[in-house]
């Protein structure tokens, strides 16, 4: 992994060339971090003082790499907030390459790469893998909730099935079943459940267009039994990129990303430590220098892109 460092004089990351680059685009003006909204102060000024500093990156081989990419200092600026529709992993990741990509072919490239590699994989790795999406989209709802308040599933419908599953669920109301709970039932026999690799391409692949094969369904849980279903009629709804998208995006385009966390005062942290660089190295070879995201908190499900300027 590249190496990334914060000090007095700079700020560091550490970090592949695209096989097929997209045309960049012209390079944005820099924005204030203190005109980016919901910030606190404490991160508007460490924000700050890392922009104003620098991000240094070294490349992971060291002198084996290419002169130009062994140590390069990046300026770090907001790029601006994207639509938070779902697709905003993929909006902010073609705002942070400054490319001519659409979002949804971004999407549709990372899905693809992701099946590759979960192909070559060994067993064990691929369990580890289904493991990881299962706990994120399938939770066990009988254990978690020292954890979590509430636990969210995920499934799939397939867009041409609605009307049987309209059918079988108004046959359950007929029998006196609220329709909440029918509908319950309904799709989680029926529905795919996100819950291993094959599952998630298929969940990662819907962007809420009409193009989409399927519908995603969630259902929110607390420790008491169901408290919403989201049925998702108008088809809309699409998948949030994931730690395994981004990983899968790094892989394509053989740069690391590193998604750039800010915390509040509700995380308890000093200002000092309040920002986190958190890596996500591809699983071949580093060509080209990082990609930066930024969320705002823990939390934060909508990735923004960051400007870089050497």
């Given at each position: 992994?590249?190496?990334?460092?914060?000090?007095?004089?700079?700020?560091?990351?550490?970090?592949?060339?695209?096989?097929?680059p997209p045309?960049?685009?012209?390079?944005?003006?820099?924005?204030?971090?203190?005109?980016?909204?919901?910030?606190?102060?404490?991160?508007?000024?460490?924000?700050?003082?890392?922009?104003?500093?620098?991000?240094?990156?070294?490349?992971?081989?060291?002198?084996?790499?290419?002169?130009?990419?062994?140590?390069?200092?990046?300026?770090?600026?907001?790029?601006?907030?994207?639509?938070?529709?779902g697709n905003?992993?993929?909006?902010?990741?073609?705002?942070?390459?400054?490319?001519?990509?659409?979002?949804?072919?971004?999407?549709?490239?990372?899905?693809?790469?992701?099946?590759?590699?979960?192909?070559?994989?060994?067993?064990?790795?691929?369990?580890?893998?289904?493991?990881?999406?299962?706990?994120?989209?399938?939770?066990?709802?009988?254990?978690?909730?020292?954890?979590?308040?509430?636990?969210?599933?995920?499934?799939?419908?397939?867009?041409?099935?609605?009307?049987?599953?309209?059918?079988?669920?108004?046959?359950?109301?007929?029998?006196?079943?609220?329709?909440?709970?029918?509908?319950?039932?309904?799709?989680?026999?029926?529905c795919i459940?996100?819950?291993?690799?094959?599952?998630?391409?298929?969940?990662?692949?819907?962007?809420?267009?009409?193009?989409?094969?399927?519908?995603?369904?969630?259902?929110?849980?607390?420790?008491?039994?169901?408290?919403?279903?989201?049925?998702?009629?108008?088809?809309?709804?699409?998948?949030?990129?994931?730690?395994?998208?981004?990983?899968?995006?790094?892989?394509?385009?053989?740069?690391?990303?590193?998604?750039?966390?800010?915390?509040?005062?509700?995380?308890?942290?000093?200002?000092?430590?309040?920002?986190?660089?958190?890596?996500?190295?591809?699983?071949?070879?580093?060509?080209?220098?990082?990609?930066?995201?930024?969320?705002?908190?823990?939390?934060?499900?909508?990735?923004?892109?960051?400007?870089?300027?050497?």
């Open positions: 992994m590249g190496k990334l460092y914060c000090h007095s004089s700079s700020v560091g990351v550490g970090g592949d060339t695209l096989l097929q045309t960049p685009t012209k390079d944005p003006q820099p924005v204030s971090w203190a005109k980016v909204r919901g910030l606190e102060d404490q991160q508007v000024r460490r924000l700050t003082k890392i922009q104003q500093r620098g991000v240094l990156w070294k490349h992971p081989e060291g002198n084996s790499a290419p002169a130009a990419t062994r140590s390069i200092v990046f300026r770090l600026s907001h790029d601006g907030e994207v639509e938070a529709d905003c992993l993929f909006n902010a990741s073609v705002k942070a390459m400054r490319c001519n990509l659409d979002a949804r072919e971004l999407r549709r490239r990372t899905v693809k790469r992701f099946l590759e590699d979960l192909a070559s994989l060994t067993v064990a790795e691929r369990e580890a893998v289904d493991s990881e999406i299962k706990h994120m989209y399938s939770p066990d709802l009988e254990s978690g909730w020292g954890v979590h308040d509430i636990q969210e599933l995920k499934l799939l419908a397939r867009k041409v099935d609605r009307d049987s599953l309209d059918s079988a669920i108004a046959e359950l109301v007929c029998l006196g079943i609220p329709r909440e709970l029918a509908a319950e039932s309904i799709y989680k026999e029926r459940a996100v819950d291993n690799g094959s599952s998630w391409a298929k969940y990662m692949a819907t962007s809420g267009s009409k193009d989409d094969e399927y519908h995603i369904i969630a259902m929110q849980y607390s420790e008491w039994g169901l408290l919403s279903l989201d049925e998702n009629r108008d088809g809309h709804a699409a998948a949030f990129g994931d730690d395994l998208a981004i990983l899968s995006l790094a892989t394509e385009f053989k740069r690391e990303v590193f998604v750039v966390q800010a915390h509040g005062l509700d995380a308890m942290v000093e200002e000092e430590n309040c920002v986190f660089f958190l890596p996500h190295r591809p699983r071949g070879p580093i060509c080209e220098p990082p990609i930066f995201l930024f969320m705002k908190g823990t939390d934060g499900v909508e990735p923004e892109p960051i400007t870089m300027s050497p």
